[in-house]
């Protein structure tokens, strides 16, 4: 059974990475341009197509798990992500679920690319925090977040743990995003010093290798030289005694 789930994400990698594009143009398009009528209608259907193959991909996970009691507990958090839809008063966090789904394609597809896993983990969370803080932010009476070009500043500042204070959110849930982009600025940047410290590691004890292989080969050497200068000296004793002949 695990081969089998092991095979099943192997292959789903790259399709979850599109659907999860796709649900991300469909958000981007309900903030930014916040359409109407035709267009709004093909948003929302673009929208719950997405959640209705990540619940798929969740359901044929846990089946195929040889230890679903234990993959469950493990998984939590894509349980949320496919719940969290059906909460509507929570629907506005989809700053979390976002997350959570490109990290799950995307980051399986490009796992082991830790710079460009890095840089794209980070142009994701400050978007995709902008346009949830956006949206939850622009409708609320006094806001400082009304625009994009504002939420992206805010973003920036809000990750970088800078905040100006010029901008931030007055609404619970704009404040609930700003709480979880502050937590997932810390976690990028210990995930940046964890990278940098493991490559000095890395470099350290390479060259710690090639400098014990080094030492190792020229000590056979020496004992090989060694043993050379051994044969000869009990060479020479014989043949000294057949060559010394006195008058």
């Given amino acids: 059974m695990q081969d089998r789930l092991d095979n099943w994400e192997h292959r789903a990698e790259?399709?979850?990475a599109a659907?999860?594009?796709?649900?991300?143009?469909?958000?981007?398009?309900?903030?930014?341009?916040?359409?109407?009528?035709?267009?709004a209608r093909a948003v929302e259907f673009a929208t719950w197509l997405s959640w209705?193959?990540?619940?798929?991909?969740?359901?044929?996970?846990?089946y195929l798990s040889p230890d679903r009691k234990q993959w469950f507990v493990r998984h939590l958090a894509d349980l949320a992500i496919v719940l969290l839809p059906l909460l509507r008063p929570l629907r506005l966090l989809r700053l979390v679920v976002l997350i959570g789904v490109m990290q799950k394609a995307v980051g399986n597809a490009i796992r082991g690319k830790v710079i460009l896993y890095t840089i794209s983990g980070a142009?994701?969370?400050?978007?995709?925090?902008?346009?949830?803080?956006?949206?939850?932010?622009?409708?609320a009476p006094e806001a400082h977040i009304v625009n994009f070009g504002d939420a992206v500043w805010w973003a920036i500042t809000t990750i970088t743990t800078v905040g100006y204070g010029d901008m931030y959110p007055v609404t619970t849930?704009?404040?609930v995003i700003a709480a979880l982009l502050m937590i997932g600025g810390i976690s990028?940047?210990?995930s940046?010093?964890?990278?940098?410290?493991?490559?000095?590691?890395?470099?350290?004890?390479?060259?710690?290798?090639?400098?014990?292989?080094?030492?190792?080969?020229?000590?056979?050497?020496?004992?090989?030289?060694?043993?050379?200068?051994?044969?000869e000296l009990r060479q020479a004793p014989a043949n000294g005694s057949g060559t010394d002949r006195r008058p």
């Avoid at 410290?197 to 390479?206: E, G, N, P, R, Y």
């Fill in 19 to 39: 659907v999860a594009a796709v649900f991300l143009a469909a958000y981007s398009v309900e903030v930014l341009v916040q359409p109407r009528g035709f267009g």
């Fill in 188 to 190: 990028l940047v210990g």
């Fill in 123 to 139: 142009v994701l969370l400050v978007y995709v925090a902008s346009l949830a803080v956006l949206q939850a932010e622009r409708n």
């Fill in 192 to 231: 940046i010093t964890a990278t940098i410290a493991s490559w000095i590691v890395q470099s350290v004890a390479d060259d710690d290798n090639a400098t014990a292989a080094a030492t190792a080969a020229h000590i056979n050497e020496l004992r090989s030289e060694i043993a050379s200068l051994r044969d």
């Fill in 173 to 175: 849930t704009g404040r």
């Fill in 52 to 62: 209705a193959v990540f619940t798929a991909d969740y359901a044929a996970r846990l």
């Fill in 14 to 16: 790259w399709p979850l």
